[in-house]
């Protein structure tokens, strides 16, 4: 596609309630990258596939959350048993996989929970 | 998580007036890049920069990549409206693409 396309856009859930978002990348592109955005601050990083290859999750924040990308093109970001805390907007980017190639990323996906 | 630091946080500044904002980090980056993200949105790139020193423009955004490698500027002249946003530096630092470290953002507030 023309760009990355995240769904949904906004998804609301009662705490307890385990998430499914929804990432498609730029259409040829290796490396995809979640980020986690809370109001007011930069997106930092959760978790990093080269192709179907999570290659470093190392900013997920608990076993709450678990990523996967299993054929190296759509990749979803599921959240179980959510917390207040876990209320952020949530960016997928990709990018080439080239030396220094930049990331272009989704609109995001912002959860709320209630 | 480690983030860049990034200044100003905000700046109110009246339309037509250039603006510059940076980036300092305590350790070194091999890339360093620009992004724009307006409300609802995701962070748009702006500019790359790839080597140590280098300075490059897009339209009236113009940005360097610091010789120590550590820091970054942001310059836009002649600011209009449409200028308004937040905007993120980022560094990456190994050859690959591995995920970027990001400022917490300088908000760009331009009064008519």
């Known amino acids: 596609g023309a760009g990355v396309s995240q769904s949904p856009r906004y998804k609301v859930a009662k705490r307890g309630q385990d998430v499914a978002l929804r990432c498609d990348p730029i259409?040829?592109?290796?490396?995809l990258f979640w980020y986690q955005q809370a109001l007011g601050q930069g997106p930092e990083f959760l978790t990093y596939?080269?192709?179907?290859?999570?290659?470093?999750k190392s900013g997920l924040p608990s076993d709450r959350f678990f990523a996967e990308r299993p054929e190296g093109s759509v990749s979803t970001l599921k959240i179980q048993r959510t917390q207040q805390e876990d209320s952020a907007v949530y960016l997928c980017a990709s990018s080439s996989g080239t030396r220094g190639s930049p990331l272009h990323f989704g609109n995001g996906t912002r959860l709320t929970v209630t | 998580g480690q983030q860049l630091n990034q200044s100003p946080q905000s700046m109110f500044i009246q339309e037509g007036e250039d603006v510059s904002m940076n980036c300092t980090s305590s350790?070194?980056?091999?890339?360093w890049l620009w992004y724009k993200q307006d409300p609802g949105e995701g962070p748009v790139l702006l500019i790359a920069l790839y080597k140590a020193g280098e300075l490059t423009s897009n339209g009236r955004l113009t940005a360097q990549f610091g010789i120590t490698r550590k820091d970054s500027f942001l310059n836009i002249s002649a600011s209009i409206p449409s200028d308004v946003g937040i905007y993120f530096c980022?560094?990456?630092?190994?050859?690959?693409?591995?995920?970027?470290?990001f400022g917490k953002g300088t908000h760009l507030i331009i009064q008519p």
């Open positions: 350790s070194i980056f091999n890339t």
């Open positions: 980022a560094g990456l630092r190994g050859g690959g693409a591995d995920g970027l470290t």
């Open positions: 259409s040829g592109h290796v490396s």
């Open positions: 596939f080269q192709n179907e290859a999570q290659l470093d």
